[in-house]
T-cell receptor, first 113, second 111 residues
Framework: EAGVAQSPRYKIIEKRQSVAFWCNPI?????LYWYQQILGQGPKLLIQ????????DSQLPKDRFSAERLKGVDSTLKIQPAKLEDSAVYLC???????????FGSGTQLSVL | GNSVTQMEGPVTLSEEAFLTINCTYT??????LFWYVQYPGEGLQLLLK?????DKGSNKGFEATYRKETTSFHLEKGSVQVSDSAVYFC??????????FGSGTRLQVQP
């Protein structure tokens, strides 16, 4: 079974630039999550989708972050403009509708200079 | 709000030593509790879980018991191996199927 795919693996940008991350969840998984993991901290939920609808985006900094999940499958997370404090690993995860188990991708490591 | 507190690392042990990683939580209602593990170079993966008080989750020799009275879910293993070296995250889910994580504890096992 293919896992959660994320790209790119690494990204280095300068502050005030924009960046986008892509996630392809496990086939058939209705729920998709984006987490932010700052070095030395646990992952923090940014946004949760159920199919192509948003369930929770209460911790998403909406002035600079946006996310969409087209046709309830792939998802993109965008940051515009980036700040130094956005340097982190961005994790995508998916889960089947009736299961309390998240499957994580390997993440995208973002460095903002 | 919901939160998870883990003991700080790194925890350094010799092979075959006994492991305990402490985890306590604050949550409304009755959350499900999880341990996730991140091996070097790999993504987070579920290690074990417990969904109600007094349940014991177990996997790969690791165990954790859901203690409602002490709001704890400590991870234990009787004899660690070098291959157990990883970062361990305690997490909870209050029913929305979105996890709240602790800050993680790095375990280093020396031969």
């Amino acid at each position: 079974e293919a896992g959660v795919a994320q790209s790119p693996r690494y990204k280095i940008i300068e502050k005030r630039q924009s960046v986008a991350f892509w996630c392809n969840p496990i086939s058939g998984h209705a729920t998709l999550y984006w987490y932010q993991q700052i070095l030395g901290q646990g992952p923090k939920l940014l946004i949760q989708f159920q199919n192509n609808g948003v369930v929770d985006d209460s911790q998403l900094p909406k002035d600079r972050f946006s996310a969409e999940r087209l046709k309830g499958v792939d998802s993109t997370l965008k940051i515009q403009p980036a700040k130094l404090e956005d340097s982190a690993v961005y994790l995508c995860a998916s889960s089947p509708y009736h299961e309390q188990k998240l499957f994580f991708g390997s993440g995208t490591q973002l460095s903002v200079l | 709000g919901n939160s998870v507190t883990q003991m700080e690392g790194p925890v350094t042990l010799s092979e075959e030593a006994f492991l305990t990683i402490n985890c306590t939580y604050t949550a409304t209602g009755y959350p499900s509790l999880f341990w996730y593990v991140q091996y070097p170079g790999e993504g987070l993966q579920l290690l074990l879980k417990a969904t109600k008080a007094d349940d014991k989750g177990s996997n790969k020799g690791f165990e954790a018991t859901y203690r409602k009275e002490t709001t704890s879910f400590h991870l234990e293993k009787g004899s660690v191996q070098v291959s157990d070296s990883a970062v361990y995250f305690c997490a909870l889910d209050t029913g929305r199927r979105a996890l709240t994580f602790g800050s993680g504890t790095r375990l280093q096992v020396q031969p």
